[in-house]
Structures are given as C-alpha cells and as structure tokens.
C-alpha cells in the first residue's frame, strides 16, 4: 500500500465508552497528540485486512489520541470490543476533493466559492460528506443549496 514508514503496525485491542451511542476506538500511545485543531489527525491504513482513508484520529481525555472504529468497519472485519485487532496507520495527506456538483453551483452565486476555501477542511468534509449521504438526486440537490445558504452566511456545518 505505501513505501512510507507507518506510524504504527502492531496489534490493539478495541475499546468501548458508554452504552447506546457510545464509541468503539483503540488507544494508540505510540502517536503523540498532534498539535492541530482538536488534537485530529487524518489516517489512512487497514484494520485487520480493511483497508480505508480519511479518518481522523480524535483525543480520548487521557493525553493520548485514539482511532473511532465505526460500526461498518467491525462489521466488515467481524470484531467488537473487546477483541484484538492489527493496524497499519499512515499519516493521510490526500487533498479533500470537492464534488463536481458542488463546485459548479459554487460558481454561479457569487463569493460562495471563496468563502467556503476559508473553512477548515473538517468544516468541508462535514458538508460533502452530507452531501453525497444523501439517497435520492433531489435530496443531493437540496442539502447542496443548503450548503451554499449556509456558506454565504458563513454558518458551519456543526
């Protein structure tokens, strides 16, 4: 997959917080809390033989950072907390890609574009990532005019 050095490759055991609505992470001590907003660091790598990119690490209040396993990966790889295991991890350094779609209505209401370059590429991501959930084309079409109202009154995601 890479010819960079990892920034870990070893085994870890997954960890759950809470009950309904909790989050299932694993503790990498090995990687120091990063000194960018909110402590995130975006990876890319494989969990057991799932591959993925673009996740970020988050702070889990003990000083160290974790890696959030979301339900569709334990689901592909078949674990749950507590089970153990192996991730690769590289740092992620893949430009966002903002939709064709997106852009193109961007283009058409003036100093929509610009704005939305202003916000942090987590902000982007919140939106695109909205944006293509979304089931239907109508849907699509509707959360991007959201998107650009609330660019152009400089409103964030979350």
């Known amino acids: 997959m890479n010819t960079e050095k990892p920034l870990v490759d070893k085994d870890y055991i997954l960890f759950k917080i809470g009950g309904k609505g909790g989050w299932t992470f694993v503790e990498i001590p090995e990687i120091p809390m ?16 799932y591959e993925f990119s673009n996740l970020n690490m988050m702070p889990i209040g003990n000083g160290n950072i974790g890696l ?15 089970d153990t295991v192996h991730i690769t991890l ?22 929509a ?3 939305f370059e ?15 959930s979304a089931k ?4 699509k079409a509707d959360r991007i005019a959201k998107t650009i109202l609330k660019v152009l009154n400089e409103d964030k995601f979350y």
């Open 34 to 49: 990063p000194k960018i907003s909110f402590g995130m660091l975006k990876v890319k790598g494989k969990i057991d033989d």
């Open 68 to 82: 959030p396993i979301k339900s569709a990966i334990r689901k592909k790889i078949k674990k749950e907390a507590p």
């Open 90 to 111: 590289y740092e992620d350094k893949t430009p966002l890609i903002i939709p064709e779609e997106l852009l193109l209505c961007m283009e058409y209401e003036e100093g």
């Open 113 to 115: 574009l610009e704005k």
């Open 118 to 132: 202003t916000y942090s590429d987590g902000q982007k991501k919140a939106f695109i990532d909205w944006i293509n």
């Open 136 to 139: 239907t084309e109508q849907t």
